[in-house]
C-alpha cells in the first residue's frame, strides 16, 4: 500500500511529463536510467526506486521547450544466489512552442531485465544483465509554417496543420557491472532504442525525419573512493542516431558527511555535451532521498543556435532494503 502511495503522489505532483523521448539530451544522466539501458532497470536494493526528472530551456532560447519524464523501477524476483529479474516502467513528454513552430511527443514504456550475478569472493562482483523495453510513442508537430505565412512571417491564426504519428518501440539492450574491492566500481552498457524500426524505405526516411529511427546507446559510469569522505562519479554517454553523433562525459565530485544511520552527502560535477554545452551539476544524497540540479550554459555555435541555456532538476527516492531484499549492488551508478 505505502509503494503504491508513493507513486500515485509523485505522480500527481507533477504538473506535466515532458521528455524529448526520440533524443537524449538530460545531463543529469543517472536521473534517466530507463530511458539510457532497459538492463538498468531494477538496479536498487531497495522494493522500488522513483525518480522525476524536468528539464527546461531559456525562455530566449530559438527554440524554447521543457521536457519531464517520470520513472519507477525495483527488482521483482530475488532469488538466494543474488540472481534478480528487475522491472519499471516510465513515461516521457516533450513540449517545443516558438511563434512559427510547435511539436510535442510522449511515449510510454515498460521494461525488464534479468541479471546473473558472478561471485569471485565478497569484494569482487561481476553482474551481467539483459533487459528489454516495449512501449507506444508519439510525435505531433504543426506544420502550417511550412507551407504558409503571414504578415512580417508570422502564422495566420486560420492555417495550423498538425501531423504525428504513431508507432509502437522494442529497445534492447545490455550491461557489465563489476566491482573491484571497496574502492572502485563501474558498469558498461550498450543498447539499441526503436529496435524494431520499419525496413520499408518510404517508412524509414519519415521515421527518420523525426527522429524515430534505431538509436545506439553507449554508457559507462563509475564510482571511485578516495578516502571515506570523498567519491569521484565520472560518467560517459555515447549516443549516434542515423547521421548524428552526441555525446556527454564529466564527473561529479561526492563529499560524505559524518557517518549516521541518516547518511548525508553532497555533490557536485562539471560536464561538456558535444561541442555545444558546459554544464554544473549539484545535489545533496539523504538517507533515500537525492535531489539534483544542473545548470548548463550553451557554447557560441551558428550551427547549434537552437541549443540554448538550459536547467534541469531531479529528485530521487529509494525505499530502504527490507530483510528479503537484495543484499549488495555491483554499482549503483545508473
Known amino acids: 500500500m505505502r509503494t503504491i502511495t508513493l507513486i500515485a503522489s509523485t505522480i500527481f505532483c507533477i504538473p506535466s511529463f515532458n521528455t524529448l523521448a526520440q533524443n537524449i539530451q538530460h545531463t543529469l544522466v543517472d536521473a534517466t536510467p530507463l530511458i539510457l539501458n532497459p538492463a538498468f532497470a531494477g538496479n536498487t536494493l531497495g522494493k522500488i526506486r522513483v525518480i522525476a526528472n524536468h528539464r527546461f530551456a531559456s525562455l530566449y532560447s530559438y527554440l524554447p521547450y521543457n521536457n519531464s519524464n517520470i520513472s519507477a523501477d525495483g527488482p521483482l524476483i530475488t532469488l538466494k544466489n543474488g540472481n534478480f529479474i528487475g522491472g519499471g516502467f516510465f513515461i516521457n513528454r516533450y513540449k517545443m512552442k516558438n511563434d512559427f513552430y510547435s511539436s510535442s511527443n510522449m511515449s510510454t514504456n515498460a521494461s525488464l531485465s534479468a541479471h546473473k550475478i558472478i561471485k569471485a569472493d565478497e569484494k569482487n562482483l561481476l553482474d551481467i544483465a539483459i533487459g528489454i ?104 554517454v555515447h549516443i549516434k542516431q542515423s547521421t548524428t553523433t552526441n555525446y556527454i562525459a564529466g564527473n561529479e565530485f561526492m563529499y560524505h558527511l559524518k557517518k549516521s544511520k541518516k547518511q548525508t552527502s553532497l555533490f557536485a560535477g562539471l560536464w561538456y555535451r558535444s561541442g555545444d554545452m558546459h554544464s554544473v551539476t549539484a545535489g545533496v544524497n539523504r538517507f533515500c532521498w537525492r535531489a539534483a540540479i544542473a545548470v548548463d550554459y550553451g557554447i557560441s555555435n551558428p550551427k547549434r543556435v537552437y541549443y540554448n541555456n538550459a536547467v534541469e532538476l531531479s529528485i530521487t527516492h529509494a525505499m530502504q532494503p527490507s530483510k528479503n531484499s537484495r543484499k549488495q549492488m555491483v554499482c549503483n551508478r545508473f
Open 133 to 236: 523495453t516495449g512501449g507506444v510513442a508519439s510525435y505531433y508537430h504543426d506544420a502550417s509554417f511550412d507551407y504558409f505565412t503571414y504578415k512580417n512571417n508570422y502564422l495566420s491564426p486560420f492555417n495550423y496543420l498538425i501531423v504525428g504519428t504513431n508507432y509502437y518501440n522494442i529497445d534492447l539492450g545490455g550491461s557489465v557491472s563489476h566491482s573491484v574491492g571497496n574502492k572502485f566500481n563501474y558498469i558498461v552498457a550498450y543498447s539499441i532504442n526503436n529496435f524494431n524500426s520499419e525496413s520499408d524505405a518510404l517508412r524509414e526516411r519519415q521515421r527518420i525525419s523525426v527522429g524515430l529511427d534505431k538509436r545506439q546507446v553507449l554508457s559507462f559510469g563509475g564510482n571511485v573512493y578516495l578516502t571515506n569522505r570523498w567519491q569521484l562519479r565520472p560518467c560517459f
